[in-house]
């Protein structure tokens, strides 16, 4: 009996009218301000340490002379993120094996680059370390889709310290990487400050070490940069996106929208965080559209077999 009067009050026409009023306020009410921005999260972490956006990475020791300061003013130790620069593509490198190379000539496609120096004992080792992790499960293709270069700023380093440094992290990558996605390069000084400035990356010798930041930067195949990626643990995700940011007008329009709409960079974790409200949102607001749209279609069947 119970079931036949809700039965009947919902499928009547002022049931169904009430019926669908109800959820739209419920939507109103309770859904959008779930579709507000992600709320920024504030991380109060003490002076000098790194703002990697991981608080899983390895912590480098408190002896060491590298400067982990997020920023810095420009000409000092330190980062100013100079996101939407360009790199000058016009430096000349030298390669693993001391040839000359053109910066533009690698930068043909997105483009991780770490700024390194190939002697150092600690966070350098750990960075380029956990990209030899990282890289092969990047469900892009190496030297097609993107391209990785490390370039010592040491202007004392010769080609050989760069080509050892390749075979290390290509033996930890199993010798599975494609031989010429992951360049490691030498250069002069002057070279070397033109592309570090242009990057915004200052960095001071110490004796035989240096003090620098640790981050390293992702760039379009226009050698604009789109991104910089912060500490020594890697997060295949963010690194992911940041090559899809970099790739551009080379994605399909509905995989960037998707990717823009479902996460959104965190400046202040310097990582990607996923939209759970509004997804959420979506999700429900879909679902409630559908039951209207189920029970508007189920009344008129229910009027037309009555008519009947």
Known sequence: MGKNVFTRHWRSPGGCSR???????????FCFPAAAAVPQHKQNEPAGMSHAGNAAGP??????????????????????????????????????????????????????????????????????????????????KAGEDYQVISFSFDETEPPELARRSRDTYYAAMQNQYPGQAWRFLTGDLKTIRQLTDAAGFGFQRVKHDFLHP?????????????????????????LTLALYEAKAGHVGTTIRKM????????????????????????????????????????????????NL
Do not use: M
């Not at 640790?214 to 963010?238: A, E, M, N």
């Open 214 to 238: 640790v981050v390293f930067f992702v760039v379009s195949p226009q050698g604009q940069i789109v991104r910089y990626l912060h500490g020594t643990h890697i997060v295949p995700k963010d």
């Open 19 to 29: 019926g669908i009023s109800l959820l739209l306020l419920w939507v109103t009410l």
């Open 59 to 140: 912590q480098e020791p408190a002896e060491h002379l590298h400067s982990v300061q997020a920023e810095a003013p420009a000409g000092k130790v330190g980062l100013e993120e100079h996101l939407g620069a360009y790199i000058p593509l016009d430096l000349v490198f030298r390669d693993e094996e001391g040839n000359p190379v053109k910066l533009g000539d690698l930068v043909n496609k997105p483009t991780i680059i770490a700024p390194v120096y190939y002697r150092c004992p600690n966070v350098c080792h750990f960075l380029q370390g956990d990209l030899a992790r990282v890289l092969p499960g990047i469900k892009l």
């Open 259 to 306: 990717v823009q709409y479902c996460f959104s960079f965190d400046p202040e974790q310097k990582t990607y965080v996923f939209n759970i409200l509004r997804v959420s949102a979506t999700a429900i607001l879909t679902t409630l559209v559908i039951f209207a749209a189920y029970l508007v279609i189920s009344g008129r069947k229910s009027k037309k077999d009555k």
